[in-house]
């Protein structure tokens, strides 16, 4: 069946790195790819998605682009701040009749001033 | 952005009793989902429901677990009878057409069963 895999556990940076969150996926046919967000307290939000290989999805800064080659979907954004500080996940979404939106564990990223 | 609604946002409820989570989707969305997250853990998807039926289902979603939204009205959870394992924060989503579309998520309704 089709799966996510995301960088584990927590990624820890201070404020202006450079963030990078891998996501590997394995689908049949060609999914669309997502990135949400969870901030403590709420419900996951819709960040942004790419569809076709080589389109990049962007976002407050972030950005992904979906490359069926290596089936990634890696999460990046040059300079990150506090305010970042929160759970990102990947999730892909099949057209082929895949009716369950599949999601990866999460990365929770921790901003230090 | 669109936003979903559930109530309630939290509840306390005894082992063996029913409960029943609402949510108010996107009103043009067609395709509905619940999620189960414990704290601290990942999403795990339950349950998707379209055109007054259960597309799929987890291994999560047991018997005791039904859904339905009548007439159009609220998309519900009912838990009947509830488990201690059945405490957890649980999401309500929903999306325009398929899976290959955004989904919308509620803010969750807490769930604690003591």
């Known amino acids: 069946g089709d799966s996510v895999t995301q960088t584990e556990g927590q990624v820890a940076l201070s404020e202006e790195d450079f963030l990078t969150i891998h996501c590997n996926y394995s689908a049949s046919g060609y999914p669309a790819l997502f990135w949400y967000v969870q901030y403590p307290g709420e419900g996951p939000q819709f960040l942004f998605r790419?569809?076709?290989?080589?389109e990049k999805g962007s976002s407050r800064g972030f950005e992904a682009t979906y490359d069926k080659g290596t089936t990634s979907f890696h999460l990046r954004k040059a300079s990150v701040q506090e305010s970042d500080s929160a759970v990102y996940y990947c999730?892909?979404?099949?057209?082929?009749?895949?009716?369950?939106?599949?999601f990866g564990k999460g990365t929770s990223l921790v901003v230090h001033p | 952005g669109p936003k979903v609604l559930q109530i309630p946002s939290h509840q306390i409820i005894d082992m063996g009793q029913m409960v029943t989570l609402n949510c108010d989707p996107v009103?043009?969305?067609?395709?509905f989902y619940w999620y189960k997250q414990i704290l601290g853990q990942q999403m795990e998807f339950l349950v998707n429901?379209?055109?007054?039926?259960?597309?799929?289902k987890s291994k999560l979603f047991k018997d005791q677990f039904s859904v339905e939204r009548p007439d159009g009205s609220y998309f519900t959870l009912k838990i009947q009878p509830t488990a201690l394992e059945d405490s957890a924060v649980y999401f309500c989503?929903?999306?325009?057409?398929?899976?290959?579309?955004?989904?919308?998520f509620g803010e969750g309704s807490r769930l604690i069963v003591v």
């Open positions: 999730a892909l979404g099949s057209s082929g009749g895949n009716y369950k939106p599949t």
């Open positions: 790419a569809s076709r290989d080589k």
């Open positions: 989503a929903s999306s325009l057409i398929s899976s290959g579309n955004t989904l919308y």
């Open positions: 009103s043009n969305h067609l395709y």
């Open positions: 429901f379209y055109n007054g039926k259960v597309m799929e």
